[in-house]
T-cell receptor, first 114, second 111 residues
Framework: GAVVSQHPSRVICKSGTSVKIECRSLDFQATTMFWYRQFPKQSLMLMATSNEGSKATYEQGVEKDKFLINHASLTLSTLTVASAHPEDSSFYIC??????????FGPGTRLTVT | RKEVEQDPGPFNVPEGATVAFNCTYSNSASQSFFWYRQDCRKEPKLLMSVYSSGNEDGRFTAQLNRASQYISLLIRDSKLSDSATYLCVVNSPNTGNQFYFGTGTSLTVIP
């Protein structure tokens, strides 16, 4: 199957720090990538849809100024958590959409804000 | 109303048992349906797609009922390694190809 990488896999940072997470599709071009967040014992919640060359589409309740998404190329999307706070601690997962209605997930980034 | 609803369980079943999970979706225009498996602290992995005619992959059988907007997953002869959370996922092209996840159903297979 297709491979999607995420970096870093784990981040521990202090409150107020900005954190950047990269998502790369390694063996196909992804015009669309998705960013999800998962809190403990809950399902994945879609945060935003990232389209190459255009602005991301954010789900209701997700602050676009706090969660900055840049889809710079067909293989790379980045999520920057601006001025992270403890409540932003979560498991962030990206996925890359292959236009046969398949999506492939990255391994996730565990963010802990102290 | 949530896009996708699942019974969260947990389901605790003995090895060898048959277990079924159900899922309903709200968008009648949804076109693609999937079951994903997620192990603890890992990303979801595609278990199987769900086709209109129903499909089977070894011990796993998925079914779709468009009229009732209902998806099911049946696991026969449960193994210890089947213990995981099973996520029902629906894709709707009329919402920008977004994928909507159910809350997941937790399965523990007991020796």
């Amino acid at each position: 199957g297709a491979v999607v990488s995420q970096h870093p896999s784990r981040v521990i940072c202090k409150s107020g720090t900005s954190v950047k997470i990269e998502c790369r599709s390694l063996d196909f071009q992804a015009t669309t990538m998705f960013w999800y967040r998962q809190f403990p014992k809950q399902s994945l919640m879609l945060m935003a849809t990232s389209n190459e060359g255009s602005k991301a589409t954010y789900e209701q309740g997700v602050e676009k100024d706090k969660f900055l998404i840049n889809h710079a190329s067909l293989t790379l999307s980045t999520l920057t958590v601006a001025s992270a706070h403890p409540e932003d601690s979560s498991f962030y997962i990206c996925s890359a959409f292959r236009p046969t209605y398949e999506q492939y997930f990255g391994p996730g980034t565990r963010l802990t804000v102290t | 109303r949530k896009e996708v609803e699942q019974d969260p369980g947990p389901f605790n079943v003995p090895e060898g048992a048959t277990v079924a999970f159900n899922c309903t979706y709200s968008n009648s225009a949804s076109q693609s349906f999937f079951w994903y498996r997620q192990d603890c602290r890992k990303e979801p992995k595609l278990l199987m797609s769900v086709y209109s005619s129903g499909n089977e992959d070894g011990r796993f059988t998925a079914q779709l009922n468009r009229a009732s907007q209902y998806i099911s997953l049946l696991i026969r002869d449960s193994k210890l390694s089947d213990s995981a959370t099973y996520l029902c996922v629906v894709n709707s092209p009329n919402t920008g190809n977004q994928f909507y996840f159910g809350t997941g159903t937790s399965l523990t297979v007991i020796p």
